[in-house]
């Protein structure tokens, strides 16, 4: 049986993702960033979870999420509990891990139609 992937033109989705950067469609991002299926955040102003503040949350609600993926590099860096907390108590689930995982969470999530933010947080 042959399969083929039909991808929405209309939709962003991630070719890879590691420590150092992240292919989103057919472009090379090397700073932080969030992404949901319909918009790039370029230039998120943080490179580790306890450098995210009220601003960078704000940024991140604005995409609407149900759920963010948290990118941390290589391994999963964990966001201090005050972070979570903001997401929380908005109803909002928080998931850390690394960056080639949030990128294959975020293809499927995204695919399903779910409003998912995914954060890549990148040291260039």
């Known amino acids: 049986m042959q399969l083929t992937e039909h991808r929405n033109d209309r939709q962003f989705f991630l070719r890879h993702a590691d420590a150092h950067s992240a292919v989103v469609v057919d472009r090379t991002l090397q700073r932080s960033f969030a992404l949901s299926a319909t918009q790039v955040v370029e230039n998120f102003p943080a490179q580790a979870p306890d450098q995210i503040d009220v601003a960078a949350v704000e940024s991140i609600l604005a995409l609407q ?23 929380l108590k908005r109803g909002i689930g928080l998931e850390t891990m690394d960056s080639a995982a949030a990128a294959r969470t975020f293809n499927v999530l995204a695919g399903e139609g779910r409003n998912v933010v995914a954060v890549f947080l990148l040291p260039g």
């Open 65 to 87: 999420p149900e759920v963010v993926l948290l990118g941390t590099g290589a391994r999963a860096v964990f966001p201090p509990q005050a972070l979570l907390a903001q997401f």
